[in-house]
């Protein structure tokens, strides 16, 4: 059976290239696969955000290919594209994001009101989620009234909600205390544990390296290291 | 219908906003709505004013008299010919005429006028002559004496009680010669009429002019002269084609255009409020936008297709906009309705210029549905249009520009 779940040949995204080119991915190799909780690290402007989106399908590479799940996404059209982003990949952004006008059980069925579920398999989802993220109490609070740990445990869910192949969070800890953000790891971790779900994240915090399973390192658009990770004080590879 | 619930509750996120785009669809509406009605109610006020004078809303004649108005172009009276006219359900009521051309003298002065043989109860149903009446006392119908305009009155040096002596040309040909007392002196608006009008019940003019039976003309009111040339139409039908009808607007002209030369200079005025309107709108959509496009980008992102993202925008924009032209209209029915009640009134000079026209001094407005209507769609449609943009914007959202901050 083919675990693999993102294949990434060669991709390269270039700015002005008709002026001053800068690389923001420079022939970049990425295989990931199913079940992996994978942390992408490197100073500012590395492009780990622009990596993100490529895998994403939020941007296009401007040479190599994307396979995800058997699928080359960068020979899919914009609309193709969204639909192919609202089944297969989840995301977490930096500052939660949520839907303002929405509760948080709102928030999560959303993605599943996009993708036409039925209204049970909604409900039994929505609830699985919520125990899982630990807030079945707070499901039909509005984000306002959810603290930044809660929003983003419920970003997680509605990230989760679709049944993705991944997810794919940028600096998922960023605006998260230490308490929220170990919390969120946990839950994370747990979930990748137990559903086998499959992470990648961006992030400069320490706290998030030491619980990925593999560390990738950019530095100026390339992979400089890839590595399964260790305590960050015993690491000499990874750059900050 | 998830949408549109999200649609819903988006359009209250920010309240402020909201309610400003709401208020300035709402005064758009009111505004938009009492110009219009303001400007119709004017217009129909003049009109009920000029027909009043004299000419009646709709006039029924020999076919060829109003190119020549001569008594040869005059008909016979019939009972059958009135009681067609008078089928029709827009028809209040008519009066019956014969009108010509003589020679008005006093003690040493002469002057043409307009004789006009009138049927003086259905004549004051329909033009209130009598309350026109300034001296002397209105016509009875077997009265043998006249009723002087004003100013004819006073070329000719008359008052009431004294005679005047009238000659010109009969029917067929024959000499009509007369003299009469001077049982009243009237007053119009328009100079025109106040210098050359001498009325006398309808049989003296018949038995002066030797045309027994002859009519020039039947005058006609209407219940609603919203539907004139509908009922001319119709009018014309039921009567055949020996005899020829016409409205006011093609006895004249010139008024009839005066109306539309107006018309124009307010549709200016309106294009203006409209083009407020449309800043109001546009600004909040704008505002929106910028407010808005990081949560656009990220919708995109999670998979939410942008032609739903625009029917979100669209459903959005529909529930501002129909509340606040809904609103507006409600609110303008009653301010409508009272300022047709109680008209606007001017004041001071112009007040007394517009009494010696003959006209009264008040701007009305018109309660006609379709101002409602109209403004109300007018204003929705604006909206709607002005919406396009966010729409365009969200045809060309890029997720990763939109989200970048």
């Known amino acids: 059976m083919n675990n693999t779940v993102i294949d990434a040949h060669n991709i390269s995204r270039v700015y002005n290239p008709e002026t001053i080119p800068v690389y923001a991915i420079n022939n970049v190799h990425l295989h990931l696969e199913k079940g992996e909780f994978t942390a992408l690290v490197g100073p500012s402007g590395s492009g780990k955000t622009t990596l993100l989106n490529l895998i994403g399908g939020l941007d296009k590479p401007d040479s190599g290919h994307i396979i995800i799940g058997g699928t080359d996404i960068t020979s899919l059209r914009a609309n193709e594209l969204i639909n192919f982003r609202l089944h297969n990949i989840g995301f977490v952004f930096q500052s939660f994001n949520l839907i303002p006008v929405l509760t948080a059980r709102e928030n999560v069925e959303f993605i599943m009101l996009l993708q036409k579920v039925k209204r049970k398999e909604r409900d039994k989802r929505v609830i699985q989620l919520f125990k899982q993220i630990g807030l079945e109490d707070k499901m039909n609070n509005r984000p306002v009234q959810l603290s930044g740990g809660q929003q983003q445990r419920v970003a997680v869910a509605r990230a989760l909600a679709s049944k993705p192949q991944f997810v794919l969070a940028d600096e998922p800890t960023a605006n998260l205390d230490s308490a929220a953000a170990f919390n969120l790891l946990d839950i994370m971790a747990k979930l990748n544990k137990e559903e086998n779900t499959t992470f990648i994240f961006s992030t400069h915090d320490q706290r998030v390296i030491e619980r990925a399973k593999r560390v990738i390192t950019l530095v100026d658009g390339k992979i400089t290291a890839d590595t399964a990770a260790v305590p960050l004080t015993n690491h000499k590879l990874i750059v900050t | ?405």
Request: aromatic share 8%; net charge positive.
């Open chain 2, 1 to 405: 219908m998830w949408l549109l619930k999200m649609a819903w509750k988006n359009s209250w996120r920010n309240r402020n906003r909201t309610i400003i785009t709401m208020a300035a669809i709402f005064f758009a509406v009111i505004l938009s709505v009492i110009t219009g009605s303001l400007q119709d109610g004017i217009f129909d006020n003049l009109v009920k004013n000029m027909v009043s004078y004299y000419s009646g809303y709709i006039q029924v004649h020999k076919t060829g008299y109003w190119d020549e108005q001569i008594l040869d172009n005059s008909f016979a009276s019939g009972k059958i010919t009135e009681q067609a006219i008078l089928r029709h359900e827009n028809i209040t009521g008519l009066t019956s005429r014969l009108e010509s051309f003589a020679l008005a003298s006093s003690e040493n002065l002469t002057k043409g006028c307009l004789v006009a043989g009138i049927d003086p109860d259905n004549e004051n149903r329909i033009t209130n002559l009598k309350d026109k009446v300034v001296a002397g006392t209105y016509l009875y119908e077997n009265d043998k004496s006249v009723l002087l305009s004003k100013g004819l009155a006073g070329r000719l040096q008359l008052n009431t009680g004294d005679t005047v002596i009238l000659i010109g040309q009969g029917y067929h040909g024959a000499t009509a010669a007369g003299k009469y007392p001077v049982k009243g002196i009237v007053q119009f608006g328009s100079p025109d009429l106040n210098d050359r009008v001498l009325f006398m019940p309808l049989p003296a003019a018949r038995e002066l002019y030797g045309a027994e039976q002859m009519l020039t003309s039947y005058v006609i009111s209407l219940r609603d002269p919203a539907r004139l040339a509908t009922t001319a139409e119709r009018l014309q039908l039921a009567i055949g084609n020996e005899l020829h009808v016409m409205t006011w607007e093609e006895m004249m002209p010139d008024v009839k255009q005066h109306i539309t030369t107006d018309s124009n200079n307010m549709k200016i005025i309106q294009g203006i409020l409209y083009l407020l309107i449309c800043f109001g709108i546009f600004g909040t959509l704008l505002m929106m936008m910028v407010e808005r496009k990081y949560e656009m980008g990220m919708l995109v992102a999670i998979g939410m297709r942008k032609i739903k993202l625009i029917g979100l925008l669209m459903a959005e924009s529909v529930f501002t906009l129909l509340s606040g032209c809904a609103l507006g209209i409600l609110c303008s029915v009653p301010l409508v309705f009272h300022l047709n009640r109680h008209p606007l009134r001017i004041g001071g000079e112009t007040a007394e210029i517009y009494k010696r026209f003959g006209f009264e001094p008040i701007f009305p407005t018109s309660t006609d549905a379709i101002h409602f209507v109209s403004q109300g769609l007018i204003v929705f449609c604006i909206g709607l249009l002005l919406s396009l943009y966010p729409l365009y914007k969200v045809v060309r959202l890029n997720a990763v520009t939109a989200m970048r901050k």
